[in-house]
């Protein structure tokens, strides 16, 4: 029989437990901060936002975070996810190298959120709460949680950047489906919101001010409790189950990966692909681990490692993180998922201890990449995963000029059925490419907090 092109695990292989990349960092994590106080928040300082159990893993030390029953059930209707080998695209591509795509776009919301959503509504679930509210930039979030809240009755309210809610309204409909309420951010309903909206009535939107306009909602309601589908340790967790079912894949497969690469936004299927692998790294075996994100919101490859807010109303806790500043809008790209000014605080601080690579590119050159992959393999791959095909096809070709064999390994985050606009854009010529300038640089070193202390 010839190798499979689909190496599958049965249901009973879902992991148990998710991996905790905390106890393992090389350098103790760098703590959050209270945006008044400046000292490492604690508890009580998030509990206007998130449950107790939740809080309790985004601070969690322990190596292993069991899985509990219900959300594993849910997960049953997607997972294990299939690990293919791309062996069309590497005909297509005449490389040596073996190239492997772990697929989360058959969860019914289309991508790897679902997730952490079925995670976080479980947990509020638990604790008493009635309604959640939440930020999405391209609606793949916000489709997850919509999900999630119809799967445990609870009520999903959802601000969306409103360059995504007018360029795909069929997200939103996705939305409404599930019983989710959508409103397009900047909104009316949020002091954050009415602020920005009187002074610039046609601000396109940022992930930013989303997450202050839901964050604010959640803090002055004792019904409801905020949801975030990246950057935070507990999203990140969440989604280990990817790369903790890839290391069995892989194992199945006989090989194991030399690069392993993931898009990233605010870092969750990057972390959630890749963390499970990082103690072979710290073990000495050869692994790059590469990031790919937008030139035009490059916070990895040009952004500041520094303390900056999560959001634009500077309603967060300060986060160590690479960031381009918190009032960074960015153009109004079609990968909206990758449109965060900062990056998850654990990424961040792998990518500055060397241990991740970061590269950047633009949107016609990763438009380009996803059509390689869509006519040699089939699936349509999301604007945001789009940047590790890129990644990915840029390593194949080294390995065909050199020879090389490597073992080369993505993570497709999400397919791109509601995308077809920006495909459209791209097939016919209008698509444009916008670069982040020394202006925007400078701009954003002006708008980072000054940090009076840090006492851990
Ligand atoms: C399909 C897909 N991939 C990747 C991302 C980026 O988010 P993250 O970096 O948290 O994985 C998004 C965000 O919406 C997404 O929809």
Known sequence: MTDPTKILLGEEKIPRTWFNIVPVLPTPLAPPLHPATHQPVGPADLAPLFCDAILEQEMSAAPMIEIPDPVRDIYRLWRPTPLYRAR???????????????YEGGSPAGSHKPNTAVAQAYYNKEAGVRRLATETGAGQWGSALALAGTFFGLEVKVYMVRVSYDQKPYRRHLMETWGATVLPSPSQETASGRRVLAEHPNYPGSLGLAISEAAEEAASRPDTKYALGSVLNHVLLHQTVIGL??????????????????????????????FPFLPRKLAGEKIRIVAAEPASCPTLTKGIYAYDFGDTAQLSPLLKMFTLGHDFVPPSIHAGGLRYHGDSPLVSQLVHAGLVEAVAYPQRAIFEAATTFARAEG?????????????????????KASGEKKVIAFCLSGHGHFDMTAYDRYLSGALEDQEFSEADMRQALAQLPEIRSVSS
């Open 379 to 399: 699936l349509l791959p999301a604007p945001e995963c789009a940047h590790a095909i890129k990644a990915t096809i840029d390593e194949a070709l080294l390995c």
């Open 88 to 102: 069309r695209l590497e005909q297509a591509l005449d490389t040596p190298a073996h190239i492997y795509y772990k």
């Open 245 to 274: 079912e890839a290391i069995e894949q892989f194992s199945l497969a006989g090989e194991g990966p030399d690069v392993l690469i993931a898009c990233c936004g605010g870092g969750s299927n990057f972390g959630g692909f890749t």
